[in-house]
């Protein structure tokens, strides 16, 4: 079993106005923690994410798709949020477009930059009555987490290099710094001078000091500055991604696993509704087992490869890595169509027919980009990023 790990937040403000349970129990935790020896310190490095950084993700979220698995709605939501977040460092929640969600007959971006209403150049957009209330895209944090790890892990980033979602707002905070007024930068970030100070410096430092001390004469080191700053400057894309089939047929010879498979087959027969439950506690068991089995691979790979490349020796006669499915996923269409719109992102297309592509991707239809794929049929689950 897999031990979990809770953060308990407390407040070092003092004379504090807020007031209520929830903060009397944030004055209470600094005085548990001496008593019981729990620390009062960040678990993790503050990193920030620059912008060649939020473009790698995008593009590994788009071009390597077939190894991340989701859902079109999540991987357009996953694409917006990093975007967004890199802007305005806006906290993440539900934000994004959708399709047939206005009053109206809005069925295009072109349609929407070039069709005026007949007597004026304005024409408001009303969401439908029935969408009012719903949640444009409901994706659950947890959701988003388990996809934003996926796809650092498949982009090749190292176990112990965490990366976090507030690394986005870090790095925007850094962007609008010095860039903007600290007035206009504290009101867009919607916090005070004093917490940008006390909470968004990461540990590792982006400016160039020695252009600073010595001007022209520092020579010209911005590459290195830019490789210094990037938060993926370690990673390694041929990393591997999965556990082997003999891995994961050694998970089923285990005698939980097994016991827990008879289990579920006898609960079924007699009673179906309380089978789900076992069937929910085998596939903790197995994504914990198999989480677990990838990161000792993955850190037994990377210390391999770094001993050889410090010799600058080649690591071309290492065994293949372990870069394919092992449970064989069906071909989805939209994986491929994902792959070409990544393609099409990076070929700077216009935004008229990217949003197109987008729209045609989401509702799965032949598009300019892939025309000959006819629209699949329902899939059995909604969920496609557990293919078990």
């Known amino acids: 079993m897999q031990a979990g790990i809770y953060d308990l ?3 070092s403000r003092n004379n504090s106005s807020r007031s209520g349970p929830a903060y009397e129990v944030a004055d209470w935790i600094p005085m548990l923690a001496e008593k019981v020896g729990l620390s009062l310190t960040q678990g993790f490095e503050k990193r920030e994410l620059s912008d060649e950084d939020i473009v790698l ?16 709605d999540a991987q357009i939501l996953h694409h917006l949020r990093p975007v967004q977040a890199s802007v305005s460092a806006y906290r993440t929640g539900y934000e994004s477009d959708s399709r047939q969600r206005f009053q109206g007959r809005l069925h295009s971006i072109d349609q929407l930059l070039s069709e005026k209403p007949l007597d004026h150049d304005y024409v408001p957009l009303h969401w439908k009555s029935s969408v ?3 949640k444009i895209v409901p994706c659950s944090y947890r959701s988003f987490w388990k996809l934003w790890n996926r796809t650092l892990y498949v982009a090749g980033l190292r176990n112990d290099d965490n990366i976090r979602p507030y690394a986005l707002r870090v790095g925007a905070g850094g962007r609008l710094d010095g860039s903007l007024t600290r007035a206009l930068s504290n009101y867009i970030m919607s916090h005070t001078t004093e917490v940008f100070e006390r909470s968004y410096q990461a540990r590792h430092l982006t400016a ?10 520092a020579g010209d080191n911005g590459g290195m500055i830019r490789s ?8 390694d894309p041929e990393a591997p991604i999965y556990v082997s089939t003999d891995e994961l047929a050694a998970f089923e010879e285990r005698k939980d696993i097994q016991t827990l498979r008879q289990l579920h087959k006898e609960t079924f027969k007699k009673e179906p509704h309380k089978a789900t439950a076992i069937k929910n506690q085998i596939r903790y068991l197995l994504d914990c087992l198999e989480k677990l089995k990838l990161q000792e691979i993955r850190r037994k790979y990377f210390d391999t490869v770094d001993n050889l490349r410090g010799r600058h020796e080649s690591t071309e006669h290492l065994d293949p890595q372990l870069t394919e499915n092992p449970r064989s996923a069906r071909e989805v269409p939209s994986f491929q169509r994902a792959v070409l719109i990544g393609k099409f992102m990076r070929e700077n297309a216009s935004v008229v027919t990217l949003g197109e592509s987008m729209i045609a991707y989401l509702e799965e239809w032949p598009t300019k980009l892939y025309p000959h794929v006819s629209k699949p049929p329902p899939p059995k689950s909604a969920n496609v990023m557990d293919m078990r």
Request: one cysteine or more; aromatic letters at 10%; hydrophobic letters at 40%.
């Open 9 to 11: 937040g407390f407040s």
């Open 208 to 217: 160039n000091l020695m252009r600073i001390a010595f001007d022209s004469r």
């Open 132 to 134: 009012l209330d719903a």
């Open 57 to 72: 993700i995008l593009h590994t979220l788009w071009s390597r798709a077939e190894h991340i698995q989701c859902t079109p």
């Open 228 to 235: 210094l700053r990037s938060a993926f400057s370690r990673r």
